[in-house]
């Protein structure tokens, strides 16, 4: 066998191949193989030219599977449309580049770094953090930056198409008229019972309606788990705390509130020695131990003659306002105590808290509570924390795992991956539980830290895959859909016959409700369906009302279009519409590109 193809080597054939070969890895890299001898496999499609890869589809599925937003089921569907929209970008790009379109390395960098996403905790733009962040959702550096040029690049095409279309002043006005339109009209409500509908669906029916809707009765996979819960909150309720210690705790938490302050100055330096100053200063002291009011006192020594006249007040202060040693003598006093003198800047200051910024002692009372047990369990929560990651990754179940920690075992019922509720509905829980560690190996979960209280771990007990449910076993919801169905047809069929009687001016037992001068906005007790209904029949004529007739959520309405009328003005609705119109001009033209760019481009698709 060897030997055979050592032979076929030498034949003039075989060389001409390899030359092929070799020429075009040279010149093309590997890549050209694929167009000497057939497409690439890694090829998705063919833009024009140029190649979708099945990684890069694959890379946007998988960034927007991580997101959660699409259940596992609907990644064939996804992978469609994401290479939908990676051909119409590669298209836009292309006509972006033939027009001209660019953008400098500067611009790029400049953009990349006031990217907020890429700063660290003081505001600068942060390397590691662009790298690692970049890391997460697939993207090396430099395709990162290919990826935003041409982004920035499809954005001007599309910005510079929107700017381009306007609206005509004569359809500005003609919106501005149907917008503040208003119509009078009378309606009547059809339901199947007041219109003695009966409707009684037979099992042709019925299999019928399953066999077109069987999307309305597929039941997604599903698991049932056990959990355990470690809660630090709930260890702290056992714990008794005296009122002493809320109190003491209480006083230490507002230490550095905010709090209004009143001082009396005694200077020295030129006109007194400091031990004179200290002998006023200890005359003042006498005099507020003796019941004389703080502002009278200051207005008799103080040497600040402005705050004097105010009873000594400095208002509210913060900590650093005034120094550390006012701050160390003002944020040790309580509401209502006077400090001993201190000296600062050649003064002796006698100082007065009078109020501080802080909520009441029975406000904080619980939450006092609460802080103080949890900081008391907080060493045997870290301990039990530390129990639940070793014994629950050794277990093979997870009783023995909560009998050893003292914790009870929670059982769900079928939940499946977007529809867990209470704990089991918070970020990361479901994501485990369909982990394959977890679904397929029949492993514990890891421990889940749901917030700084709180740790679970879980375990898949049952699985059943995603199913299409038989109908015996939706008979009951198929049922009712079919009844709802053809109880709806059997109701226009009826507003049809009606109508053609009211038109025939024919008499009905029709009770109409009136509703005049409707605008589009209703703003009335009208349903909107049937606003909505009204406002889309044609002008009636002089003497005839015009009849028509929607479907509601409780059956179907009779409309009797009675009037048309002009309505008032109004600037800010005007304007809001007129520029809705310019926004759906915009896009329109934006669309047209792309459908153009679509019906033109050599595309052809691997998928």
């Known amino acids: ?30 890549e050209s193989l694929f167009s000497v001898f057939g497409e690439d496999p890694d090829q998705a499609a063919k833009v024009n030219g140029e190649t979708i890869t099945r990684q890069q589809v694959g890379l946007e599925v998988q960034r927007t599977m991580r997101s959660g937003q699409v259940p596992p089921e609907q990644e064939k569907a996804l992978r469609e449309d994401m290479l939908d929209q990676l051909i119409t970008q590669k298209l836009l790009t292309q006509y972006a580049e033939d027009g001209g379109f660019k953008i400098s390395d500067e611009q790029l ?43 920035i690049m499809r954005r001007q095409l599309q910005q510079g198409l929107a700017l381009s279309e306007f609206t005509p002043e004569a359809e500005r006005e003609r919106l501005a008229a149907l917008q503040r339109q208003t119509r009078t009209f009378r309606y009547a409500q059809l339901t199947a019972e007041n219109a003695g509908i009966e409707v009684s669906p037979d099992a ?18 599903q698991v049932k788990l056990h959990y355990v819960v470690l809660d630090r909150q709930a260890m702290a309720e056992s714990v008794a705390i005296s009122d002493d210690e809320l109190r003491q705790a209480w006083r230490e938490q507002t230490d550095d509130a905010s709090r209004r302050v009143a001082h009396i100055m005694i200077g020295y330096g030129n006109e007194r020695s400091r031990e004179q100053a200290r002998a006023v ?11 004389k009011s703080f502002a009278d006192t200051a207005a008799r020594y103080s040497d600040d003659t402005a705050s004097a006249e105010n009873g000594g007040n400095l208002g509210e202060i913060s900590r650093g306002f005034f120094g550390e040693s006012f701050d160390e003598a003002a944020f040790s006093l309580s509401e209502g105590e006077v400090s001993a003198p201190v000296a600062m800047d050649d003064a002796l200051h006698i100082i007065k808290v009078t109020d501080i910024d802080r909520p009441s002692f029975d406000e904080q009372r619980d939450k006092l509570r609460q802080m103080l047990a949890a900081r008391q369990v907080d060493e045997a929560f870290n301990e039990r924390a530390q129990q639940l990651i070793d014994e629950s990754f050794a277990a093979d179940d997870l009783q023995s795992v909560a009998d050893d920690i003292g914790l009870r075992v929670q059982r769900s019922g079928w939940v499946s991956r977007n529809a867990g509720q209470g704990v089991l509905s918070e970020p990361g829980v479901m994501d485990k539980a369909f982990s394959e560690d977890v679904l397929e190996d029949g492993y514990n979960s890891d421990v889940i830290e749901l917030d ?30 079919v009844v ?31 509703a005049n001068s409707v605008s589009r906005q209703a703003g009335s007790a009208v349903p909107s369906d049937i606003v909505n209904a009204a406002f889309r029949l044609p002008k009636p004529g002089d003497d005839q009302a015009g009849y028509g007739r929607v479907a509601t959520s409780d059956g179907v309405a009779i409309i009797a279009l009675e009037r048309v009328s002009a309505g008032e003005p109004d600037a800010e609705i005007e304007a809001f519409v007129a520029q809705m119109a310019e926004r759906l001009r915009s896009q329109a033209a934006v669309q047209g590109l792309i459908d153009y760019l679509h019906q033109q481009g050599a595309i052809k698709s691997n998928f």
């Open 1 to 30: 066998m060897l030997q055979s193809i050592r032979d076929g080597a030498k034949s003039w054939a075989a060389k001409i191949i390899i030359g092929v070969m070799v020429a075009a890895m040279a010149l093309f890299g590997v």
């Open 109 to 151: 960098d400049q953009l990349i770094v006031s990217l907020e996403e890429f700063h660290d905790q003081e505001g600068s733009f942060s390397p590691e953090l662009f790298r690692n962040r970049l890391s997460r959702v697939g993207y090396t550096p430099l395709a990162f930056r290919n990826e935003l040029r041409a982004d």
């Open 204 to 221: 042709d029916d019925m299999q019928a309606y399953y066999k077109a809707h069987t999307e309305l009765f597929r039941r997604p996979e």
């Open 281 to 291: 200063a200890e005359q003042a002291l006498d005099d507020l131990k003796a019941g």
């Open 452 to 481: 700084k209280d709180r740790r679970l771990v879980l375990r898949v007990v049952e699985h059943r895959d995603a199913t299409t449910l038989p109908l015996a076993e939706v008979r009951d919801e198929v049922k009712r859909r």
């Open 484 to 514: 709802a169905q053809q109880q709806q047809a059997a109701l226009a069929r009826r507003a049809a016959t009606l109508i053609d009687r009211l038109k025939a001016g024919k008499p009905t037992d029709l009770a109409w409700q009136q």
